[in-house]
T-cell receptor, first 114, second 117 residues
Framework: GNSVTQMEGPVTLSEEAFLTINCTYTATGYPSLFWYVQYPGEGLQLLLKATKADDKGSNKGFEATYRKETTSFHLEKGSVQVSDSAVYFCALTYSGGGADGLTFGKGTHLIIQP | GAGVSQSPRYKVAKRGQDVALRCDPISGHVSLFWYQQALGQGPEFLTYFQNEAQLDKSGLPSDRFFAERPEGSVSTLKIQRTQQEDSAVYLC???????????????FGPGTRLTVL
């Protein structure tokens, strides 16, 4: 079946540091890939997405590239801010005969210290 | 409305009680999803509706879980004879397009936190 594996947290960085959160997936065929973010006390929000190989999703300074050869969708940001502190979820959907429900990773808690 | 809304936001139930959780999707959204999120975990898919039709319920953990969307808008997730292992946040999401548009963005509600004592 489909699965998503992302790096365990918490990840603690200083403000303005470079961020990478690793995400790899297992899926049959060609899934769409997503990063969702959950800020403290708020619901899940879409951060970015990519729907085919080599696509790059970007939003709010975050980027992720859909790498089919390595089955990865790593999240990066060049300079993090305290306001980026949140839980980040990598997810995929695949419509190969199944539902279009998202399959999520376990989440990575990111803490940015001033 | 402006976004997906869910009610109640918090629900405490005694073991064995029945509960009903409500979801109001974004107006006009065809697809509606329910997820269960245990503490410290990612959400897990429960069931999917396209308009009023429940097209997939493969993620429902037991026959105590039941979902409906009778008029193709508001949906209710019902849990009968609640157990402690049902304690979780229940998330509802909606998307604009019908099934087959797996690239479409799902918009999530704030969730209902269910605690079973």
């Amino acid at each position: 079946g489909n699965s998503v594996t992302q790096m365990e947290g918490p990840v603690t960085l200083s403000e303005e540091a470079f961020l990478t959160i690793n995400c790899t997936y297992t899926a049959t065929g060609y899934p769409s890939l997503f990063w969702y973010v959950q800020y403290p006390g708020e619901g899940l929000q879409l951060l970015l997405k990519a729907t085919k190989a080599d696509d790059k999703g970007s939003n709010k300074g975050f980027e992720a590239t859909y790498r089919k050869e390595t089955t990865s969708f790593h999240l990066e940001k060049g300079s993090v801010q305290v306001s980026d502190s949140a839980v980040y979820f990598c997810a995929l959907t695949y419509s190969g005969g199944g539902a279009d429900g998202l399959t999520f990773g376990k989440g990575t808690h990111l803490i940015i210290q001033p | 409305g402006a976004g997906v809304s869910q009610s109640p936001r918090y629900k405490v139930a005694k073991r064995g009680q029945d509960v009903a959780l409500r979801c109001d999707p974004i107006s006009g959204h065809v697809s509606l999803f329910w997820y269960q999120q245990a503490l410290g975990q990612g959400p897990e898919f429960l069931t999917y509706f396209q308009n009023e039709a429940q097209l997939d319920k493969s993620g429902l953990p037991s026959d105590r879980f039941f979902a409906e969307r009778p008029e193709g808008s508001v949906s209710t997730l019902k849990i009968q004879r609640t157990q402690q292992e049902d304690s979780a946040v229940y998330l509802c999401a909606s998307s604009h397009k019908s099934r087959g548009a797996w690239t479409d963005t799902q918009y999530f509600g704030p969730g209902t936190r269910l605690t079973v004592l």
